[in-house]
C-alpha cells in the first residue's frame, strides 16, 4: 500500500496520527460506562450504609465487609481480563454489564448483611471484568495525541458516577426508611442505557491481527479511518500474530512495569476509596456539611472529578514520570495536613482535602494509561486484569479497614496511616515510572 508523506518526510499513520473522530468520542462515552458504574456503586453504598446499619443490626466489621465487598468483587473480576485477551473485547463489551443490571435490581430484596454482601461481590467482579475489556478496547483504537485524554476521560467518568451518586442518594433519603433499597437498585438504570449503546461496536483490529484474521482487521480499520488507512499503520507486515500469554506479563521486562503499575495504583486508591466509600461519616467526624454529609460527599467526589481535568493535558505535555511525582507528593501534603490537624483549623482541614482529591488526577489518569501503554496487544487485557486486581487489595483493605480504625484510633491516626500509604506511592513513582510520551502504541509496549 502506498502511504503518503507530512512535510516533513515521515510516514502519514492513518491510525495513530488520527484525529478525535466521532468514532472516537462515541468509543470513549461507551467504554467510561464501566468506571461511571463503580464510582456509582461504591459510592451510592456510603449513603445507603447510614439506612442499613441501624436497618439490619451490622456492626463496624460488616458495615466495613458491605462497603469493601464490590472492591473484593474488582479483585476477582480483574483476572478475567484474560479471557479479553483469549476471546476478544466485543462479546465481553455487553455480557459484563448484563451480570451488572441482574446483581443491581436482586439488591432491593436482601434482608440480611450476608445476602448484600453476596450481591455488591457479584456487582464487583461485573465491574472489574469492564476495566480491562473496555479500556483495552479504547486504548486499541485511540491515536497516539489523543490516547492520554480518551483513556483519562474514564477516570474522570468514575468521579461522575460518584458524585452522582451522593446526589441521588440525598434525594432518594427522602422516600422514607426503605430508600437504601431504591438507591442500591438504581444503578441498574445507567447500566441498561450503557448496554444499548454498546451494541455494534467493532472488535479491535489490533486482537483480529493477532488472531491472524488480517482480512476482519483491515475491514475495521477503514471502516473506522478511511480508505487510505490499513492494518500495516497498526503493525509492520509480518509482525501481526502473537499468542497470548498470562505467563507474559510476569517475565522479566514486564514484571518490573507490573510491579511498578500495581503498587502506585494501591497506593493510591487505598486512602481514596476510603474517604469516598465512607465520606458521609468521615464528614461527620471533622463536623463538616453537618446535616447535609451527602452534598458535602458529593463535593468530595466533585474535588477528585475537578483533579482528573488539567491532568488530560498535563500528561502530554508534562509527561507522565514527572506528573506522577509532583502529584504524588502533594497529595501526601494534603492528606498529612487532616492527619495532623483533625480537629482544625477549619482552613488547615479544607486545604488538606482539597490538595489531596485535586492532586490524585495525575495518578487516577495514569490508573488506565499506564497498563495499556506499557503492554502489547496479546498480553494488554490480562495485564490490566491483573493490576486493577492486585489495586483492590489495597483498596478493599482500606475501605474495610477504615471505620474500625475511624473508630478504634480516630480520624487523626487514620489520616497518617493514609499519609504514609501515599508517601510509600511517591517513592515508587520515583524509582520506577517510565516516560512513554509521543510514544505509539507499540513503541511504549515494547520491553528494550
Not at 459484563?96 to 448483611?113: E, P, R, T
Not at 515508587?428 to 511504549?444: D, G, Y
Request: aromatic letters at 12%; hydrophobic letters at 50%; one cysteine or more.
Amino acid at each position: 500500500m502506498i502511504h503518503l508523506h507530512s512535510k516533513k518526510g515521515k510516514r502519514k499513520n492513518y491510525v495513530e496520527d488520527a484525529g478525535f473522530t466521532p468514532f472516537h468520542k462515541r468509543l470513549t462515552l461507551y467504554s467510561s460506562g464501566g468506571p461511571f458504574l463503580d464510582g456509582y456503586i461504591l459510592s451510592i453504598i456510603g449513603m445507603a450504609l447510614t439506612q442499613i446499619t441501624p436497618q439490619l443490626h451490622l456492626s463496624a466489621v460488616w458495615s466495613g465487609l458491605i462497603g469493601a465487598s464490590a472492591l473484593l468483587g474488582i479483585f476477582i473480576g480483574g483476572f478475567l481480563g484474560y479471557l479479553t485477551d483469549k476471546i476478544g473485547r466485543q462479546l465481553m463489551y455487553t455480557l459484563d454489564f448484563i451480570v451488572l443490571i441482574v446483581g443491581s435490581i436482586l439488591q432491593f430484596w436482601v434482608q440480611n448483611g450476608v445476602e448484600l454482601f453476596i450481591l455488591r461481590l457479584i456487582l464487583g467482579i461485573a465491574v472489574g471484568a469492564d476495566y480491562p475489556i473496555a479500556t483495552s478496547l479504547l486504548a486499541e483504537f485511540s491515536p497516539r495525541k489523543h490516547r492520554g485524554a480518551m483513556l483519562g476521560v474514564t477516570l474522570v467518568a468514575y468521579y461522575v458516577g460518584s458524585t452522582v451518586a451522593y446526589i441521588v442518594g440525598v434525594w432518594m433519603l427522602n422516600i422514607g426508611p426503605d430508600a437504601w433499597r431504591w438507591m442500591l437498585a438504581s444503578s441498574a438504570v445507567p447500566a441498561v442505557i450503557l448496554v444499548l449503546l454498546r451494541l455494534g461496536t467493532p472488535e479491535s483490529p489490533r486482537w483480529l491481527l493477532n488472531q491472524g484474521r488480517k482480512k476482519d482487521a483491515n475491514r475495521v480499520v477503514k471502516k473506522v479511518y478511511g480508505e487510505k488507512a490499513s492494518v500495516e499503520d497498526i503493525v509492520p507486515p509480518g509482525a501481526e500474530e502473537k499468542e497470548t500469554s498470562f505467563l507474559k506479563v510476569f517475565s522479566q521486562g514486564y514484571l518490573k512495569r507490573l510491579l511498578y503499575i500495581s503498587l502506585f495504583y494501591t497506593f493510591q486508591v487505598a486512602p481514596t476509596f476510603a474517604m469516598l466509600t465512607f465520606g458521609p461519616e468521615m464528614l461527620k467526624t471533622y463536623h463538616l456539611f453537618q446535616g447535609s454529609t451527602g452534598y458535602g460527599s458529593a463535593v468530595i467526589s466533585l474535588l477528585f472529578l475537578i483533579g482528573c481535568i488539567p491532568a488530560l493535558f498535563l500528561v502530554n505535555k508534562m509527561g507522565r514520570r514527572p506528573m506522577m511525582i509532583t502529584c504524588f507528593a502533594v497529595m501526601t501534603l494534603g492528606i498529612l495536613l487532616l492527619g495532623l490537624f483533625p480537629n482544625g483549623p477549619l482552613g488547615f482541614i479544607m486545604t488538606g482535602f482539597i490538595l489531596y482529591a485535586v492532586f490524585s488526577g495525575g495518578p487516577n489518569v495514569m490508573e488506565w494509561l499506564a497498563p495499556n501503554e506499557l503492554f502489547p496487544t496479546e498480553i494488554r487485557g490480562t495485564a490490566i486484569g491483573i493490576v486493577t486486581s492486585i489495586s483492590r487489595i489495597g483498596a478493599f483493605l482500606g475501605t474495610y479497614l477504615f471505620p474500625v480504625s475511624l473508630q478504634d484510633l480516630g480520624i487523626g491516626p487514620t489520616m497518617i496511616i493514609g499519609a504514609i500509604v501515599t508517601f510509600a506511592g511517591l517513592i515508587v513513582c520515583i524509582f520506577m515510572a517510565e516516560e512513554t510520551k509521543n510514544k505509539t502504541l507499540n513503541e511504549a509496549s515494547t520491553v528494550k
